[in-house]
């Protein structure tokens, strides 16, 4: 008999439902919280009305940084495979703090990880303080969260004790600045970078190396392999072909491997070219955000007659907005003259997609286009 989802909003999300999708008992998917264009969005990937694919336990939905978002398929198999190699790696079972959207992969898989270890989960609600949450932990058990890096600078910034709290703090979702790194370390912060996205069932690579089982190679942008892997898209076989094939799954990252330490150096589709140079626009970010006026940045390319594609730079200031040509020289000594913004707009603050990741194009729409 075939299946079908029965999709859940993130709100109504429990434990069981998803105890009851990694014993092979009810396809779980999860529609994300916020105004009923995104839940209806994500309602039109899933298509509940449609039988789902063989060997699918759970369907979870991307946050389309780089266009319309897809529906993951993932087995059971894998999200348990995530999960068990993942605390392998860190220190064993433990008390997770829950500071993420379920909806996405890396919130699913705090309550995975908790779930399989039969270990409570602590919800962080709201503008809740973190110490707060963190109060509510078993204190004689291993204590987790996971982060993405917007909250890991918020919580340095007001609550540092509080993440000395945890046994490890994972960072994922973005490009990680290895200042706020090295800040957090300093801090006594026990900070472990994570590498990975819904088709690898989360994060799989963990401060450059890989988990247990996991296979990482570089051609033309990286590529993984592994027990983790997702079996496809949700109806729609000509991208699972395009992107899974012979057992490797193509990211569209760009990146590095050196000494089987893999270096990511941010989206291929991101990557914008001026005046034939290719410019990383997360090594600029990381370049702004080092500013002492600058509390936040996202970088994106424009259209341009004489360079093809300008780099323009929105940003949050921390104070008064400094001149371009201050942003500019300052990036320039960082990474040199291409990679300087050649268009710099004050926004309130960083938009972002569901997951947490910074999303650009709505960055762009909140800039002018000159």
């Given at each position: 008999m075939a299946a079908y989802l029965s999709p859940v909003a993130a709100a109504d999300l429990s434990t069981d439902h998803l105890r009851a999708a990694l014993d092979g008992e009810r396809p779980l998917a999860v529609l994300p919280a916020g105004p009923p264009a995104v839940v209806d969005a994500a309602r039109a990937v899933l298509r509940p009305e449609e039988p789902l694919e063989p060997g699918a336990d759970l369907v979870v939905v991307t946050s389309g940084s780089t266009g319309g978002g897809r529906g993951v398929?993932?087995?059971?198999?894998?999200?348990?495979?995530?999960?068990?190699?993942?605390?392998?790696?860190?220190g064993g079972p433990g008390s997770w703090l829950?500071?993420?959207?379920?909806?996405?992969?890396?919130?699913?898989q705090v309550l995975a990880r908790a779930a399989l270890a039969d270990r409570p989960v602590a919800r962080l609600a709201g503008d809740e303080p973190l110490a707060a949450a963190v109060a509510r932990m078993p204190g004689d058990d291993r204590r987790y969260t996971s982060l993405v890096p917007t909250q890991l600078r918020r919580f340095l910034d007001t609550e540092p004790d509080a993440l000395r709290a945890f046994d490890a703090v994972l960072v994922g979702g973005a490009a990680t600045d290895p200042a706020l790194l090295d800040r957090a370390r300093a801090e006594g912060v026990r900070v472990v970078t994570t590498y990975g996205m819904t088709e690898t069932a989360g994060g799989c690579i963990y401060d450059g190396e890989p988990l247990r089982g996991v296979d990482v190679r570089v051609a033309d942008g990286i590529e993984l392999a592994g027990p983790v892997l997702a079996r496809g898209y949700r109806l729609d076989p000509a991208a699972t072909e395009e992107a899974f094939a012979g057992g490797w799954f193509r990211t569209r990252d760009a990146g590095t491997l050196t000494d089987g330490r893999l270096t990511v150096l941010g989206r291929?589709?991101?990557?914008?070219?001026?005046?034939?140079?290719?410019?990383?626009?997360?090594?600029?970010?990381?370049?702004?955000?080092?500013?002492?006026?600058?509390?936040?940045?996202?970088?994106?390319?424009?259209?341009?007659?004489?360079?093809?594609?300008?780099?323009v730079a929105a940003v949050v200031p921390s104070g008064p907005l400094p001149e371009l040509h201050e942003l500019r020289a300052w990036v320039t000594e960082r990474l040199g003259a291409p990679s300087a913004p050649r268009a710099v707009h004050p926004i309130p603050a960083v938009p972002t997609l569901h997951t947490g990741k910074p999303d650009r194009r709505a960055a762009a729409a909140l800039t002018p286009e000159v």
């Open positions: 398929l993932l087995s059971a198999d894998a999200v348990r495979a995530s999960a068990t190699a993942t605390l392998q790696r860190i829950l500071a993420l959207p379920v909806s996405a992969i890396a919130g699913l291929l589709d991101d990557v914008v070219i001026s005046g034939g140079v290719n410019v990383a626009p997360a090594a600029v970010e990381a370049a702004l955000r080092e500013h002492p006026a600058v509390a936040d940045a996202v970088v994106f390319g424009r259209p341009d007659p004489e360079w093809g594609q300008r780099v």
